[in-house]
């Protein structure tokens, strides 16, 4: 998954209008125009279509843990420079305060069944030996089952056969 698709869902999901998304910027000291946003929620054929950094998607999530959670006494942490699932999914865990079980609710959402000990492989460092990369499959489900959840979508009807009696 691209950062900007991240970007655009999380959008989707809650629902941001322009001034939320600069807001959430904001929140981390950092300024960022309409014009860039409207750039990064482009679909990638689009003329003016602009990739949104690793940078620039850590300080929007670290935007949204301040805005979820609330500011933090200490000082700021400095924006990774580089992202991949396992740390998207990390923030997005702490934004909205998410536990293990919680996780695997939102995966059951989307009928992905994972253990408990497959997710936490996913939140150790990098040279752990239990360490595992989140695979964009299931970070996609992860965030369709966010959708399910936070925005009140219902999931694809499953059929059900009605028996009469």
Not at 151 to 165: M, Q, Y
Request: aromatic residues 8%.
């Amino acid at each position: 998954m691209t950062n900007n698709d991240v970007l655009r869902r999380i959008r989707f999901i809650f629902d941001f209008n322009d001034l939320k998304m600069i807001a959430l910027f904001g929140l981390t000291g950092h300024q960022v125009t309409r014009e860039q946003i409207s750039d990064w929620l482009k679909k990638d054929d689009d003329p003016a279509y602009q990739g949104c950094r690793d940078t620039q998607l850590a300080i929007f999530l670290n935007g949204l843990i301040i805005d979820k959670r609330g500011k933090n006494k200490d000082p700021q942490p400095e924006p990774e420079q580089r992202l991949n699932n396992n740390s998207i999914f990390r923030k997005l865990k702490i934004a909205l305060n998410l536990q293990a079980e919680d996780i695997l609710e939102i995966l059951a959402l989307v009928h992905v069944q994972i253990s408990k000990h497959e997710l936490s492989a996913f939140f150790r460092r990098p040279g752990h030996k239990h360490y595992r990369d989140c695979n964009d499959q299931i970070f996609r489900n992860f965030l369709k089952g966010v959708q399910l959840k936070y925005r009140g979508d219902t999931p694809e009807p499953i059929s059900v056969e009605v028996l009469s009696g």
